[in-house]
Structures are given as structure tokens and as C-alpha cells.
């Protein structure tokens, strides 16, 4: 699902405008990002949690030329799904 086709979801879900969804929206991310820079982990309930892990420094290789390249340690986030969003999914048509 494209942003946009959410955020006609959520006007929809919510009776609101568009304009007024994509704020909602926003929002929601910026909180979500903001739980996950102070507290290195953000819980949404029913949804899963966000966590920041440590990426070790490891070398990789140049896809067009095979040629090592080594590559830095570094932060980065991790989602794991809760299980209301495990069963939906096994539930799923697809």
C-alpha cells in the first residue's frame, strides 16, 4: 500500500479530509520516530515494535566489480510483528 492509498484509507476510516488524514499520518510517524531516537525502541499494540539494533562493520563486495568494500558499523531499525498481526497475516488470501 502506497502512502497516499493509506492516507485515502484513513480519511475514509475517520471521516476526515484528506489533507487532514496526511497530518494524522504524519504525526503518527513522527512519534513513532521520535519513541525510537529516545528510548531506542517504539511499542504499537496490535501493530509490533520498532527497535533500533547495532550493525556490526563487515566487508561486502561490489556487485559490478566483485571488489571487497569494506562497510562501517551503524545503527539501524528492526520491526518485529506482534502476534495479532502474525495471526492476520496467516489469515490473509494471498
Known sequence: MK??????ALAVSAQVTKPQ?????????????????????????????FSVIKRGARTGRN????????????KSVKFRSSPDLKDAAAKSKV
Not at 502512502?3 to 485515502?8: D, Q
Not at 511499542?43 to 515494535?49: K, V
Request: hydrophobic share 45%; net charge positive.
Open 3 to 8: 502512502k497516499s492509498e493509506l492516507i485515502e
Open 21 to 49: 488524514a496526511r497530518v494524522m499520518l504524519d504525526r503518527l510517524i513522527e512519534v513513532i520516530q521520535t519513541g525510537v531516537k529516545k528510548e531506542g525502541r517504539f511499542l504499537l499494540s496490535g501493530i509490533g515494535t
Open 63 to 74: 556487485p559490478n566489480t566483485g571488489a571487497a568494500v569494506k562497510i562501517k558499523a551503524k
